[in-house]
């Protein structure tokens, strides 16, 4: 009887027990919590009412799915969601329109410059798209009669990107649009970045000071976008949603390498706050997209692009007295290499600046770099971007489909002179079509701007500034051994610049007498307390660097903590000799020639995609030269015990599978060379080549295996 009046006796758990079964069990089935819940009631025998009529109705209806065993049974309840009134009507029916003709327009483009295009960069580009027909159709204003919906309450019209989420509940599906994201199938520390966190900031606190006679630009190059060879590939951005349509697959050529692209090149105009504690991160952008294969970077185009940037910010009117620059490690922007130095002095000459300077960023940090962040903004004009350039003749595409390398396509555009007008050509409308979509983009409610890549005319205008000081000196005369031998330019760099590793300053003098300077522009008491930004020196705690205004106007020197660093050597026993070299690669800081090892030769294919890897990858001294998903990873290896300042490799003038240099073991210039007298070769069996500017700032003559003369 006890037994019966048991089993009819109803049972009660407690939620944290409901909880610990469903937590346990999660892990191996993933269900909604209201089917875990029903699960659990009918297993554990649980008799406990729902905490509210919601959940209540909830288990009724999966009851009811479980005993009809339809699940079909149950309504979609997103088409019962949003507001059903007419208020924004007007907006939906544009937007409509906008669709309608926006999606035959994708399917038609197959054969053109762009496989597909996105509905939109973002819900807020789409906002403004259909304000702007709005605007057109019923003229500006707009009518108090047509509304504007927000921007969430646009994106829920649109179908969810998962139908089985809690989320895809608030989604009306109006459109037949959704989210889609793109399918597709070298970050490392350096010991110098705490002493450039601490010259930026040097830097920036300068620029406060002198807010109101400076421009402070930030400069930096993008990743190269990819342009299709007969079939369209993707621009390379990912990991961003695009407006699609809800049937229609985002997809592209997945091509990790192609012969062309473009390089954006961002010139980011700070809006100086003023103190050091508000965001610089305000301005103006500019924007162009360089052909890769005819508008290479340089340290001239550079300076020649801030000086029409600058015109172009004021209006043509008096430039400001003080310039100071902020950019990345690259090659055409280190301020120890020659060309960089005078571009950067001809860039001063131009604007009769008073005082410039330039500072970049320590190796690996280039995301230090405000411009770095305008990046995540021009993503939005290029995610989701499929390029194509146009096609030439057939006589032409023959000729290039031979071509691999930047190097191989700029000399047979050399030798064939339409060859390269028709290149330039078939690119020409990709460029234009980034050019329209970043137009679109804003920061701080400020459009970017587009500024056309720097012409020869325009670069050597801007070269001839340098006559001024030495009217002999020529373009092509950019190494360091080559300007040595210009007295007049080594005058003016000792008595108006200062010269570091991460930064070059150049300043008037002020002196009435100088042959160099033109009249200063600033006030004569702010030219007076003018000086070089100072070196970060270490406080007595050795762990932070001193405050810029104990510094200011004392003279310092450069300590740079990587004069002592060393990085472990990995790379496997008994590779790094002469018979296993494969390729040599130059460092896009310092220029100088690395090894690249194989154990083994490499084969055609091999060949020709660590040729391609090289023209697409920036390589700095102490990095790996693969990536771990390459298919060279782990065949071929490059030393990473080394760095910028470290001499050539000696197994570099021991090869002879490759075609080498005589370049200076320390500096790598091959400009200035010295000749051993007799007296050093009757000692040494190995002598290395050695240049006059190396002698100069007293490194020893570099010399191997010493001869022993045993005495009879």
Sequence with gaps: ??????????????????????EKYSLVAKMAPSVWKLLYNDLAGDNSTPPHELSKEMQERIRMILDLQDADIIMDLRINNGFHGTKFDMFWNELNEYFNEIVPAVHDRRSTSVLYLPVAMSIADLKKIIIERLEKKYGTPLSSEIFIPSDEYIRLQFWPANTTTNAASKYTGRFEIKYKVQS?????????????????????LFAVKYRNYCSLICADDKHKVPI???????????????????????????????????????????DIPTCISESFYSGQVYVSYKNTAFQPSSALRHSTEFYKTLLQQYNGQNLPEILLIYTDGGPDHRNTFGSVQISLICLFLQGDFDFLASVRTAPYHSWMNPAERVMSILNLALQGVFLQRDSMDDILEDIFK???????????????????????????????????????????????????????????????????IDSTLQQEE???????????????????????????????CGKDNCKFCLPIRLPEDVFNNLNFIPDPILSTDSNHYRDFDGLYGTETKEFLPSASDSTKEIIPAGIINNNHIRKFVNCTICSKPRCIFSKNML?????????????????????????????????????????????????????????????????GEKDGLLEPDDNLKKKFTTIYPFCQTCKNKGHNWPTRGKIKVGNR
């Design 603 to 667: 084969s055609d294919n091999e060949k020709t995609s660590l040729e391609i890897l090289l023209d697409n990858v920036i390589y700095i001294c102490g990095s790996p030269i693969t990536p771990e998903a390459h298919n060279l990873y782990e065949k071929v290896y490059i030393r990473q015990k080394i760095h910028c300042n470290s001499p050539i490799e000696a197994v570099y003038y021991s090869c002879r599978r490759l075609k080498t240099e005589i370049i200076c073991f320390y500096c």
């Design 184 to 204: 597709r199938q070298l970050s490392k520390f350096h010991v110098d970045a705490h002493y450039c966190a601490a010259l930026f900031r040097y830097m920036r």
């Design 1 to 22: 009887m006890l037994t019966l009046a048991n089993e009819m006796i109803p049972s009660y758990f407690t939620r944290q027990m409901r909880k610990n079964v469903t």
């Design 228 to 270: 299709g060879e007969g079939i369209a590939t993707s621009s390379g951005v990912r990991n961003k949603s695009s407006l699609t349509p809800a049937n229609m697959e985002l997809s592209s050529s997945d091509h990790d390498f192609t012969k062309l692209s473009l390089t954006p090149s961002v010139i980011f105009i700070c």
């Design 478 to 508: 950019t190494s360091l051994n080559s300007l040595n031998k210009h007295h007049e330019l080594q005058n003016f760099i000792k008595s108006h610049c200062q010269i570091r590793t991460y930064s070059f300053q150049i300043k008037k």
């Design 402 to 468: 031979g071509k691999n390398t930047l190097e191989e396509i700029r000399n047979a555009a050399q030798e064939n002179k339409k060859l390269g007008l028709e290149l330039r050509n078939s690119i020409k409308p990709v460029q234009e079509l980034l050019s329209e979509r970043t137009k679109r983009l804003t920061l701080n409610e400020k459009n970017f701007r587009i500024y056309s890549p720097a012409s020869l005319i325009s670069i050597d205008e801007i070269f001839e500034a340098i006559h001024y």
